[in-house]
């Protein structure tokens, strides 16, 4: 008896650790601006982030709150000569298109860049005969900002959610206000005219099952 009463114990602490193992990352992101600031939730490849709630503020009587996430999904294939360079090489162009905003996440922050054009740069023939071609795309003044790393994760990014809040204060809470592509980073928007503040937003980074 006493043998069976330690494994149901032992099975029991189990369970319980499993369960607080589970449980999701909670995380509050905040950014100030004059015409815009802008938030990230970085992506996390085992979960789904789902913002519950977002606090902004606008003196634009347009002023406007915009989640966005990310889809596809590409690396930067070579390390770029300068965090300003505007062009960079990345594994594929398949699906970008001229005017998207790509994010690259390096270090866990993320770089937004706005996509100017894009193509394949010849670069050797290789043993067989071969042409190499190299994958690249051209972003706006800046580039990327940082000095990206190869293999930094990058995303096309997607306006799927909009809404008005004027010069105002607007306080939005749910269980999902917004929820991100699985495994892909969510971004917020605040317009404004002069000042613009994403006062706080949170979210759940939520695992299969949760």
Partial sequence: MKLKSKILLTAGFAVAFAALAALPTFKTITAT????????????PNSQVRVVNINATSDNATGQV???????????AVTNS???????????????AVGETLLLQHAGACYPATV???????MSTNTFGALVYAPFVKLGSGGWGVA???????????NSLSYTIGSANSIQNGEAIFVGNYGRPVAIWVTG???ASLN????HYDQVGQ
């Fill in 82 to 96: 300068a965090s300003s360079s505007v062009t960079n090489f990345i594994n594929a162009t398949n699906g970008i």
């Fill in 200 to 203: 706080s937003a949170n979210a």
């Fill in 33 to 44: 601006g004059t015409t815009v600031a802008i938030g990230y939730f970085p992506a996390d």
């Fill in 193 to 195: 005219a002069s000042s």
């Fill in 116 to 122: 100017v054009s894009y193509g394949s740069y010849l």
């Fill in 66 to 76: 915009c989640c966005l996430t990310g889809y596809g999904a590409y690396y930067q």
């Fill in 148 to 158: 990206a790393s190869v293999y930094d994760d990058i995303y096309v990014m997607s």
